[in-house]
């Protein structure tokens, strides 16, 4: 949906709409941390010219009213797997380890 929305949107005022905001804040938040995707990283430098560099880095960072979508920041935001997923998982390969 999100890559959908920003070809469609030439005009400034579109920018202004909560929905083409967010999809351009989405993909600036997801520039840097897909680098299997460098084609992003080209289009947050468009968007870095056209909507200012600091539009770009309050995304990136996830600076207050940045407007990046909530679920694309809970995907691709890196957090430690709990303790209980772990233990099994590392107990299951010392097991392996040592036979």
Known sequence: MTCRL????VDDNDFKKLNARESIASLCFAAPRCSDLPELNVVQSMFAV???????????ELRPDCSVN??????LSVRAPFAEVNCPQFDSLLELLTV
């Open 6 to 9: 920003v070809p469609s949107m």
């Open 50 to 60: 056209k909507y200012g560099k600091e539009f770009v880095v309050a995304a990136s």
């Open 70 to 75: 909530c679920q694309i920041i809970e995907k």
